[in-house]
């Protein structure tokens, strides 16, 4: 079984209209920010993929990866739990102008929902947001003289995963702070695609060191010296 | 009245951090919310160790490192650029927040736009007109053994910010168990502010006036004196 694609535009090619995507990272770490350009150059080129809902914890930032994908025009809705950043005027444009939908949630919940879903549980109880707005319409119950707000899974079609080193059959480290929703996500897609930064032979990782185990990976591809999406933004570069 | 200005001589930000910094106790975990409560790390008295979490998967880090020394990969829930301490750990979302709401964390400080009398906390936003943001301010107000507020006694304007009941949209119900404002320390004891320590110089018909709800005095207050120099 080797997962290894040679290329990112292969790594990309079936993703469809329409599909929802999980996108790894946080703030400026953990984004696969290869994979996200070659998705756009696939929908410059071709009008495909369109009409997507991204997963994210923010809703892009300057004028690349996830920014990039909202300006290009490709993206109709964001799940997320903070789209208002600095730097986030491609996402903040659309949205004032009602050209984007947006799901909002609490970002321990996110977490949760993504977790619940590549676990199999397809809804718990949470106190986060019991009486505010965002649990409107959200049934409640209490457990233990406290109030809970029922939460479903969130699934998607595709999750777009960052790495550092990876092995042919999936399995997966992160660098520091990256990891963030990384490992989440790869659980929770149908189909979940990594690019590394090392790619290796089984066996080239540690098993007590594999934080994501390779069942949860389906195609793996490598990108050596990856661009780090803070450093982009604070370059100002736009893709 | 005294000759006391409240929008002159209260406590400035960094006063108001000190003085949250002197309940967290040794051997503590705390996450501290972006922005004013980051500031208390700076506070820490001598002597004290103290574990700070934040919620994008870092338990244990220090100070901000020396410009042109940042790794973008360590990052806290801001977005700035941290150090490692000796015993830090990474881990993913879905951990770093059952730490949160599984009552692992000993405290939790938040800022806020109100905080009501019942332990209402509203701090997320404040209108319709702007994009709505939240993070993980809904789940930090859940599950620390206590949550604190640090914030100015009053708006800019002058409206108490510790009232009744929240007029801006709630982030959590009943969670608020400490507020060390910029002329009070007040705890929230079965719905009620009880006053545990105000400016010496404020006259405390002064500070109820512009106190939004009553405050309530179990046995003696105590005077709020921070180092001037801070």
Not at chain 2, 58 to 70: I, M, Q, R
Not at chain 2, 138 to 148: F, I, T
């Amino acid at each position: 079984m080797n997962k290894l694609c040679p290329d990112l535009v292969a790594a990309v090619a079936d993703i469809p209209d329409g599909a929802t995507v999980m996108i790894g990272g946080f703030g400026g770490s953990g984004a696969p920010v290869e994979l996200l350009h070659a998705l756009i150059d696939r929908f410059r080129a071709t009008g495909h993929p369109a009409r997507l809902t991204i997963v994210n914890n923010n809703a892009g930032n300057g004028g690349i990866g996830i920014a990039a994908m909202i300006r290009a025009g490709m993206v109709a809705k964001v799940i997320c739990s903070f789209p208002r950043s600095s730097n986030a005027e491609a996402f903040n444009e659309k949205y004032l102008a009602g050209e984007i939908e947006l799901e909002l949630v609490p970002q321990g919940t996110l977490a949760e929902r993504i977790r619940a879903a590549g676990a199999g549980i397809p809804a718990f109880y949470t106190p986060t947001s019991y009486g505010t707005e965002l649990a409107e319409g959200k049934p409640a119950e209490e457990f233990d003289g406290r109030m809970y707000v029922r939460e479903r899974w969130l699934k998607a079609d595709f999750a777009l995963i960052k790495g550092q080193q990876g092995d042919t059959v999936g399995n997966l480290t992160y660098r520091m702070a990256a990891r963030n929703f990384n490992p989440l996500m790869a659980m929770a897609a149908d189909r979940t695609i990594a690019q590394v930064s090392r790619l290796g032979e089984p066996g080239c990782i540690d098993p007590q060191q594999v934080i994501t185990p390779g069942i949860f990976v389906d195609t793996i591809v490598e990108v050596p010296e990856p661009q780090q999406e803070e450093v982009l933004v604070r370059m100002g570069v736009v893709y | 009245m005294s000759g006391f200005n409240i929008m002159e001589d209260k406590l400035s930000n960094a006063q108001i951090a000190w003085r949250a910094a002197q309940d967290i106790g040794d051997g503590s975990y705390v996450n501290l919310g972006i922005g004013f409560p980051e500031m208390i790390a700076r506070f820490q008295p001598e002597g004290r160790n103290v574990t700070y979490h934040t919620e994008n998967g870092v338990l244990g880090f220090g100070k901000a490192p020396a410009e042109g020394d940042e790794d973008w990969d360590l990052i806290n829930a801001g977005k700035k650029a941290i150090t490692l301490k000796p015993g830090a750990s990474f881990f993913h979302h879905a951990d770093s927040f059952a730490m949160v709401r599984g009552g692992h964390l000993d405290l939790a400080v938040l800022g806020a736009y109100q905080v009501a009398q019942n332990g209402d906390l509203a701090n997320w936003r404040v209108g319709s007109k702007s994009v709505p943001a939240v993070g993980g301010a809904m789940d930090l107000v859940h599950g620390a053994k206590r949550v604190a507020v640090v914030t100015d006694h009053v708006t800019r304007d002058g409206a108490p910010k510790l009232v009744e009941s929240c007029t801006f949209p709630l982030t959590g119900l009943g969670c608020v168990t400490r507020v060390y404002s910029s002329l009070a320390v007040v705890d929230i004891v079965d719905g009620k502010f009880v006053l545990r320590e105000k400016l010496p110089q404020i006259p405390m018909d002064a500070l109820q006036a512009v106190t939004g709800a009553r405050l309530h005095s179990e046995g003696q207050v105590g005077d709020l004196i921070v180092p001037a120099d801070i």
